[in-house]
């Protein structure tokens, strides 16, 4: 898998069928490791490993319902009451981050309601606030420690 601009993430890997899989700490179970999930995971182990997000509020693929149809959000980091409060969108570091990936994890804001989403192909990652009373998204400069949100 590529190089990516987060810090290493111990994870533990095996075959199956001839086809990568890695453990993810998040749901308990080995996935497959797409490029996709490379980013996912190493995302998932930045946040929990050095923005200080904890693992059991962190949740992986999280289901949510977009104009009726079943949808998952990459990562959606949840606080001490339950409620979701960051939003990630992942990218293989192939695939650019254009508009419509903005779009794509806007869309999941409208029912998860969150005030902060990021989106990373593992090479860049973006991050923007919502801002409530403008009805617009702001971008910021750094990812939101837990502490911080």
């Not at 693929?61 to 149809?69: Q, S």
């Amino acid at each position: 898998m590529s190089q990516l601009q987060l810090p290493p993430a111990r994870l533990k890997g095996c075959k199956k069928e001839d086809k990568p899989y890695v453990w993810d700490v998040f749901r308990s179970k080995y996935v497959r490791l797409t490029p996709e999930e490379w980013v996912r995971q190493h995302f998932a182990h930045y946040m929990v490993n050095h923005l200080d997000y904890p693992k059991s509020l962190v949740v992986i693929e999280y289901a949510t319902k977009i104009n009726g149809l079943d949808r998952r959000s990459d990562i959606v980091a949840f606080n001490t009451k339950g409620s979701p409060i960051l939003a990630v969108e992942c990218k293989a570091s192939s695939v650019k981050i254009t508009q419509d990936v903005f779009n794509q994890i806007a869309n999941y804001n409208l029912d998860l309601n969150v005030d902060y989403l990021v989106v990373t192909n593992g090479m860049n990652h973006y991050c923007c606030k919502l801002d409530r009373e403008n009805h617009r998204y702001d971008f910021i400069k750094e990812i939101p420690r837990y502490s911080q949100l």
